[in-house]
Structures are given as structure tokens and as C-alpha cells.
């Protein structure tokens, strides 16, 4: 006959060749029934988290789900009168900061706001910060702003969307390349 060994506290089992018959504890011995019982339930996983022993293997808790990001985000913003799209904010990778967004690379399409939908500006930057209350976007670090008269770099930038203002506002290292014609202008 060969003895199994068990958990701690269970009294051992007996294996026979043939057929296999498992000695249990008897009722007599509540000591060795309720710890192997106990061992049962917590190796099954069907303990609350709180009761399981220190040391017994648990699953990890995974994180809130506010601190994962949001990946290829996009905001469309419509006008208030007629509902045309104004603006739209895309960006590879979104989380909340506070009561603004933090966008990885960001993309703002600014429209023209009626039901031509043309577009007018586009604006890129790898970080930056959205308030979504202001409809207003800033950064410190670099910013390119292309329409069809301009294309705009810089850093530390400052965008403002309105219904009759759209700004942009740059603090440094400004490069400004005119895609218009300008006639005499060096007379």
C-alpha cells in the first residue's frame, strides 16, 4: 500500500492497486475534516479575496479603469445653431487630467461651419492638453498649424475655437512659410 501526502492537518490516504478508494476523515475527527475542507476551498478559488490566507496565490487586481487610456480618440464639435461640424480632435492616445483631457498626438480639423463642411486649418502636436468647457487646446512643446495660406511651427502654443474667434497663439521658436503670392512688395 502507498500513503499520498496532503495538506497539513488531513489525515493521509490510502491507494490500492486496483480500484482507487480514497480514505477520508471520518466525522469523529472535525479538526482533520474542517482543514482539509478549508484547504479545498481556498486552492479552488472560491474564497472572497479578504478571506484567504496570507501567502495563497491570488490574482493581481487589475487597475481602475479611469487611469487606462483611451486609444484613437476622436471628438467631433458641431455648431450651436445649425448643428455643422466645426471642429474635430483626434488623437492616438487620451487620458483625463483633471477636468481636461491630456491628447498624445493630437489632430485638430478645424471646418468652415456650414454645409459645405469645408476644411480650413489643421492643427498637430505630439502633447498636448484639451478643456473641453473652452473648446481650447494648448501645449509646450511643438505645434504645426498648415491652412492654405500658411504653414505655422512654434512651441508653447495656445488654441482658441469660438464661434467668431479662432486663435492660435505661439510663445517661441515661430517659423512662418507664406504660401500666398505677394506682389511689390520691396518697393
Known amino acids: 500500500m502507498m500513503r499520498l501526502p496532503l ?3 488531513s489525515p493521509p490516504r490510502e491507494r490500492r492497486d486496483g480500484p482507487r478508494s480514497i480514505h477520508r476523515p471520518s466525522l469523529r475527527s472535525r479538526a482533520g475534516l474542517s482543514a482539509w475542507l478549508f484547504s479545498c ?12 490566507l496570507p501567502g495563497a496565490d491570488t490574482a493581481p487586481t487589475p487597475a481602475p479603469a479611469a487611469s ?7 471628438l467631433p464639435i458641431f455648431t450651436d445653431k445649425e448643428g455643422h461640424r466645426s471642429m474635430t480632435l483626434r488623437g492616438s492616445e487620451v487620458r483625463p487630467a483633471g477636468k481636461n483631457i ?4 493630437l489632430n485638430i ?24 468647457k473652452e473648446n481650447r487646446a494648448s501645449g509646450d512643446g511643438g505645434v504645426r498649424l498648415i491652412n492654405d495660406e500658411a504653414e505655422v511651427t512654434g ?15 505661439l510663445r517661441s521658436n515661430v517659423r512662418i512659410v507664406l504660401k500666398a503670392q505677394l506682389n511689390d512688395i520691396l518697393k
Open 7 to 9: 495538506p497539513s492537518g
Open 41 to 52: 476551498v481556498i486552492f479552488s478559488g472560491l474564497l472572497p479575496p479578504a478571506y484567504r
Open 68 to 74: 487606462a487610456p483611451a486609444v484613437n480618440w476622436v
Open 102 to 105: 491630456a491628447v498624445t498626438d
Open 109 to 132: 480639423t478645424v471646418f468652415s461651419g456650414d454645409a459645405a463642411a469645408r476644411v480650413e486649418s489643421m492643427l498637430l502636436s505630439p502633447q498636448a492638453v484639451f478643456q473641453p
Open 155 to 169: 512651441t508653447g502654443w495656445t488654441y482658441e475655437h469660438g464661434e467668431q474667434v479662432k486663435k492660435v497663439s
